[in-house]
């Protein structure tokens, strides 16, 4: 079975600084993978998908994610954190049971912004 | 265009009643999918549907039931409610369902059991 794992339970930044949010995968093959925001009592928002086109992944709100086969990873930047950003970000594989395709959600990471 | 809804928003049960609850898909999706978020974690797999079929199911319990009907809106029932079925129940609706394509989730409902 495929996982990720976030590093950092929680990330505080100030306002206009860069944001990078830790993620490490593991899989047999080559993954497709996600990021995921969650802002306080709501549902989740994709940020942006990896499906082994471009390496570099630009997604909404200025994010982007870079796959690094060679470091297995998959991290979240952002070059200006703004107040809007705090909320909970998750990183998340897609992943085959039996017949279903399904998705492994990583452990989350609480993004803190600052004035 | 609707996005995904899931109704209700809230519920408040108590041990041992049963629960249902609904979702709807992005309008042409086949794919529903559920997932239960316990606080402070990250949301974890029970069911997929596609084309009205069950394609898989996550490690829960059978109390935990699902169905998609022929409009592909779908329902999670749960039986014999515990404390510990306390959650945001997430939906999930995919064009199709497979490896790489992008979930869209509802706004949940969240359920309590007191």
């Known amino acids: 079975a495929q996982s990720v794992t976030q590093l950092d339970s929680h990330v505080s930044v100030s306002e206009g600084t860069p944001v990078l949010l830790r993620c490490n995968y593991s899989?047999?093959?080559?993954?497709?993978l996600f990021w995921y925001v969650q802002h306080p009592n709501k549902g989740l928002q994709l940020l942006l998908k990896y499906t082994s086109a471009a390496t570099l992944v630009k997604g909404i709100n200025g994010f982007e994610a870079e796959f690094k086969k060679s470091e297995t990873s998959f991290h979240l930047t952002k070059p200006s954190a703004h107040m809007s950003d705090a909320a909970e970000y998750f990183c998340v594989v897609s992943d085959r049971d039996g017949t279903a395709s399904k998705l492994t959600f990583g452990t989350g990471t609480r993004l803190q912004v600052t004035l | 265009d609707a996005g995904v809804t899931q109704s209700p928003t809230h519920l408040i049960k108590t041990r041992g009643q049963q629960v249902t609850l609904r979702c709807s898909p992005i309008s042409g999706h086949k794919s529903v999918s559920w997932y239960q978020q316990v606080l402070g974690q990250g949301p974890q797999f029970i069911f997929q549907?596609?084309?009205?079929?069950?394609?898989g199911r996550g490690n829960f319990p059978d109390r935990f039931s699902a169905r998609q009907f022929p409009n592909y809106s779908s329902e999670l029932n749960v039986n014999a409610l515990l404390l510990g079925d306390s959650a945001l129940y997430l939906c999930?609706?995919?064009?199709?369902?497979?490896?790489?394509?992008?979930?869209?989730f509802g706004s949940g409902t969240r359920l309590t059991v007191v």
């Open positions: 999930a609706s995919s064009l199709e369902g497979r490896l790489g394509y992008g979930y869209t």
């Open positions: 549907y596609y084309e009205k079929e069950e394609r």
């Open positions: 899989s047999s093959y080559s993954p497709s």
